[in-house]
Protein backbone atom coordinates (compact mmCIF):
# COMPACT_ATOMS: atom_id res chain seq x y z
CA UNK A 1 0.00 0.00 0.00
CA UNK A 2 1.03 3.66 -1.07
CA UNK A 3 1.65 5.82 2.38
CA UNK A 4 2.80 9.45 2.71
CA UNK A 5 4.45 10.85 5.46
CA UNK A 6 4.72 14.65 6.26
CA UNK A 7 7.73 14.67 8.51
CA UNK A 8 7.10 19.06 9.86
CA UNK A 9 3.88 18.87 11.88
CA UNK A 10 4.35 22.36 12.40
CA UNK A 11 6.39 25.31 10.46
CA UNK A 12 6.29 28.83 11.22
CA UNK A 13 7.19 31.54 8.25
CA UNK A 14 7.73 35.63 8.61
CA UNK A 15 5.16 37.38 6.11
CA UNK A 16 6.75 37.80 3.21
CA UNK A 17 9.36 35.03 3.07
CA UNK A 18 9.74 31.62 1.85
CA UNK A 19 9.03 28.29 3.46
CA UNK A 20 8.96 25.04 1.84
CA UNK A 21 6.97 21.67 3.42
CA UNK A 22 8.58 18.52 2.89
CA UNK A 23 6.49 15.40 1.63
CA UNK A 24 7.95 11.62 0.93
CA UNK A 25 6.14 8.89 -0.04
CA UNK A 26 5.85 5.32 -1.07
CA UNK A 27 4.56 3.61 -3.87
CA UNK A 28 5.73 0.91 -6.49
CA UNK A 29 3.85 2.26 -9.25
CA UNK A 30 5.50 4.35 -12.12
CA UNK A 31 2.72 6.66 -13.07
CA UNK A 32 0.47 8.27 -10.14
CA UNK A 33 -0.54 12.03 -9.42
CA UNK A 34 0.63 14.30 -6.33
CA UNK A 35 -1.19 16.73 -4.69
CA UNK A 36 -1.33 19.34 -1.87
CA UNK A 37 -4.01 20.70 -0.16
CA UNK A 38 -5.17 23.83 1.65
CA UNK A 39 -6.89 23.25 4.77
CA UNK A 40 -7.69 26.85 6.59
CA UNK A 41 -9.80 26.85 10.38
CA UNK A 42 -12.79 26.67 8.28
CA UNK A 43 -12.01 23.20 7.26
CA UNK A 44 -12.82 23.30 3.80
CA UNK A 45 -10.10 21.44 1.64
CA UNK A 46 -8.24 23.62 -1.06
CA UNK A 47 -6.74 22.28 -4.21
CA UNK A 48 -2.92 24.17 -4.30
CA UNK A 49 -1.64 22.01 -6.53
CA UNK A 50 -0.81 19.27 -8.52
CA UNK A 51 1.78 17.03 -10.07
CA UNK A 52 1.54 14.69 -12.42
CA UNK A 53 4.79 11.61 -12.05
CA UNK A 54 5.07 11.29 -16.00
CA UNK A 55 6.33 15.27 -16.18
CA UNK A 56 9.34 16.14 -15.13
CA UNK A 57 8.64 19.76 -15.19
CA UNK A 58 7.63 20.88 -11.76
CA UNK A 59 4.17 22.24 -11.06
CA UNK A 60 3.72 25.51 -10.46
CA UNK A 61 0.46 27.95 -9.37
CA UNK A 62 1.34 31.79 -8.42
CA UNK A 63 3.29 31.76 -5.27
CA UNK A 64 2.98 28.07 -5.16
CA UNK A 65 5.64 25.60 -6.60
CA UNK A 66 7.04 22.21 -5.69
CA UNK A 67 10.11 20.11 -5.94
CA UNK A 68 9.28 16.83 -7.46
CA UNK A 69 11.93 14.11 -7.02
CA UNK A 70 10.95 11.25 -8.81
CA UNK A 71 13.57 8.64 -7.49
CA UNK A 72 13.98 9.92 -4.35
CA UNK A 73 10.21 10.34 -4.07
CA UNK A 74 10.14 13.43 -2.50
CA UNK A 75 7.49 16.14 -3.60
CA UNK A 76 8.02 19.27 -1.79
CA UNK A 77 5.65 22.66 -1.27
CA UNK A 78 7.32 25.83 -1.49
CA UNK A 79 5.34 29.35 -0.85
CA UNK A 80 7.06 32.57 -2.06
CA UNK A 81 5.99 35.90 -0.67
CA UNK A 82 3.49 34.17 2.04
CA UNK A 83 0.82 36.39 3.38
CA UNK A 84 -1.38 35.96 6.21
CA UNK A 85 -4.09 34.39 4.54
CA UNK A 86 -1.73 31.21 4.03
CA UNK A 87 -1.71 30.09 7.26
CA UNK A 88 -3.69 26.89 7.66
CA UNK A 89 -3.11 22.85 7.87
CA UNK A 90 -1.23 21.78 4.40
CA UNK A 91 -1.93 18.23 3.54
CA UNK A 92 0.46 16.33 1.01
CA UNK A 93 -1.03 12.74 -1.44
CA UNK A 94 -0.93 10.23 -3.92
CA UNK A 95 -3.00 9.17 -5.86
CA UNK A 96 -2.53 6.04 -8.35
CA UNK A 97 -3.10 6.17 -12.30
CA UNK A 98 -6.44 4.90 -13.39
CA UNK A 99 -8.11 5.15 -9.90
CA UNK A 100 -11.36 6.93 -8.90
CA UNK A 101 -10.11 10.63 -8.57
CA UNK A 102 -11.22 10.79 -5.14
CA UNK A 103 -8.95 7.78 -3.77
CA UNK A 104 -6.44 9.63 -2.41
CA UNK A 105 -3.56 8.93 0.32
CA UNK A 106 -3.40 11.65 2.10
CA UNK A 107 -0.24 12.86 4.53
CA UNK A 108 -0.53 13.52 8.41
CA UNK A 109 -0.72 17.49 7.39
CA UNK A 110 1.76 20.27 8.63
CA UNK A 111 0.15 23.19 10.46
CA UNK A 112 1.58 26.13 8.82
CA UNK A 113 2.11 29.51 10.76
CA UNK A 114 2.05 32.90 9.03
CA UNK A 115 3.96 35.68 11.19
CA UNK A 116 3.38 39.24 10.81
CA UNK B 1 -24.36 26.84 -5.86
CA UNK B 2 -24.56 24.26 -2.52
CA UNK B 3 -21.86 22.21 -3.53
CA UNK B 4 -20.90 19.31 -1.43
CA UNK B 5 -23.61 19.64 1.36
CA UNK B 6 -23.33 17.84 4.73
CA UNK B 7 -25.11 17.38 7.43
CA UNK B 8 -25.44 17.97 10.25
CA UNK B 9 -22.36 19.97 11.18
CA UNK B 10 -21.69 18.52 14.54
CA UNK B 11 -23.72 16.05 16.39
CA UNK B 12 -22.69 14.46 20.02
CA UNK B 13 -23.40 10.42 20.43
CA UNK B 14 -23.14 7.78 23.42
CA UNK B 15 -20.84 4.74 22.83
CA UNK B 16 -23.81 2.29 21.83
CA UNK B 17 -26.16 4.95 19.44
CA UNK B 18 -26.43 5.05 15.94
CA UNK B 19 -26.50 7.71 13.35
CA UNK B 20 -26.53 8.67 9.89
CA UNK B 21 -24.26 11.62 7.85
CA UNK B 22 -25.80 12.87 5.19
CA UNK B 23 -24.12 14.37 2.07
CA UNK B 24 -26.11 15.63 -1.05
CA UNK B 25 -23.93 17.26 -4.46
CA UNK B 26 -25.93 19.57 -6.89
CA UNK B 27 -22.87 19.13 -9.60
CA UNK B 28 -24.16 16.24 -11.24
CA UNK B 29 -21.26 14.33 -10.13
CA UNK B 30 -21.12 10.70 -10.81
CA UNK B 31 -18.48 9.96 -8.01
CA UNK B 32 -18.97 10.07 -3.95
CA UNK B 33 -16.62 9.56 -0.92
CA UNK B 34 -16.53 9.47 2.81
CA UNK B 35 -13.17 10.25 4.44
CA UNK B 36 -12.15 10.76 8.36
CA UNK B 37 -9.80 12.82 9.62
CA UNK B 38 -8.06 12.80 12.87
CA UNK B 39 -5.10 14.46 14.22
CA UNK B 40 -2.00 13.12 13.05
CA UNK B 41 -3.06 10.79 10.40
CA UNK B 42 -4.72 13.19 7.80
CA UNK B 43 -7.77 11.88 5.71
CA UNK B 44 -8.78 8.47 5.47
CA UNK B 45 -10.45 7.39 2.75
CA UNK B 46 -13.87 5.38 4.40
CA UNK B 47 -15.90 4.33 1.51
CA UNK B 48 -16.74 5.40 -2.02
CA UNK B 49 -19.00 5.00 -4.97
CA UNK B 50 -18.05 5.33 -7.74
CA UNK B 51 -21.37 5.60 -9.58
CA UNK B 52 -25.11 5.25 -8.75
CA UNK B 53 -25.25 1.94 -7.68
CA UNK B 54 -21.85 0.80 -6.35
CA UNK B 55 -20.17 1.52 -3.24
CA UNK B 56 -16.61 -0.10 -2.40
CA UNK B 57 -14.36 -0.09 1.02
CA UNK B 58 -11.64 2.24 1.21
CA UNK B 59 -9.20 2.26 3.97
CA UNK B 60 -10.95 2.46 7.24
CA UNK B 61 -14.63 0.98 6.62
CA UNK B 62 -14.97 -1.00 9.68
CA UNK B 63 -18.14 0.37 12.07
CA UNK B 64 -19.60 2.04 8.79
CA UNK B 65 -22.43 0.84 6.39
CA UNK B 66 -22.54 3.29 3.10
CA UNK B 67 -25.82 4.10 0.68
CA UNK B 68 -26.18 5.17 -2.68
CA UNK B 69 -29.19 6.59 -2.08
CA UNK B 70 -29.42 7.94 -5.74
CA UNK B 71 -27.16 10.18 -8.04
CA UNK B 72 -27.00 13.01 -5.56
CA UNK B 73 -27.56 11.65 -2.11
CA UNK B 74 -24.02 9.45 -0.28
CA UNK B 75 -25.08 8.70 3.63
CA UNK B 76 -22.95 7.12 5.54
CA UNK B 77 -23.86 4.89 8.89
CA UNK B 78 -22.77 4.55 11.83
CA UNK B 79 -24.52 1.14 13.85
CA UNK B 80 -23.10 1.22 16.64
CA UNK B 81 -21.36 3.94 17.38
CA UNK B 82 -17.64 3.57 19.57
CA UNK B 83 -15.61 6.63 21.10
CA UNK B 84 -12.65 5.52 18.29
CA UNK B 85 -15.17 7.22 15.31
CA UNK B 86 -14.94 10.48 17.54
CA UNK B 87 -13.43 12.18 14.58
CA UNK B 88 -14.12 14.87 11.50
CA UNK B 89 -16.39 13.60 8.35
CA UNK B 90 -15.51 14.40 5.06
CA UNK B 91 -17.79 13.93 2.15
CA UNK B 92 -16.72 14.83 -1.23
CA UNK B 93 -17.92 14.08 -5.14
CA UNK B 94 -16.38 14.71 -8.41
CA UNK B 95 -17.59 14.30 -11.89
CA UNK B 96 -17.18 10.82 -12.86
CA UNK B 97 -14.18 8.20 -11.81
CA UNK B 98 -10.86 9.45 -13.61
CA UNK B 99 -8.19 11.52 -14.74
CA UNK B 100 -7.85 15.50 -14.74
CA UNK B 101 -10.92 15.82 -12.63
CA UNK B 102 -11.36 18.66 -9.24
CA UNK B 103 -12.38 16.99 -6.08
CA UNK B 104 -15.02 18.64 -4.40
CA UNK B 105 -15.41 18.30 -0.69
CA UNK B 106 -17.94 19.81 2.10
CA UNK B 107 -17.67 21.31 4.93
CA UNK B 108 -17.00 18.21 7.37
CA UNK B 109 -19.14 17.01 10.16
CA UNK B 110 -17.34 16.90 13.90
CA UNK B 111 -18.69 14.05 15.43
CA UNK B 112 -18.01 13.23 18.92
CA UNK B 113 -18.63 9.33 20.92
CA UNK B 114 -18.97 9.35 24.45
Known amino acids: AQTVTQSQPEMSVQEAETVTLSCTYD???????LFWYKQPPSRQMILVIRQEAYKQQNATENRFSVNFQKAAKSFSLKISDSQLGDAAMYFCAYRELGTSYGKLTFGQGTILTVHP | NAGVTQTPKFQVLKTGQSMTLQCAQDMNHNSMYWYRQDPGMGLRLIYYSASEGTTDKGEVPNGYNVSRLNKREFSLRLESAAPSQTSVYFC?????????????FGSGTQLSVL
Open chain 1, 27 to 33: TSESDYY
Open chain 2, 92 to 104: ASSRWSGQNEKLF
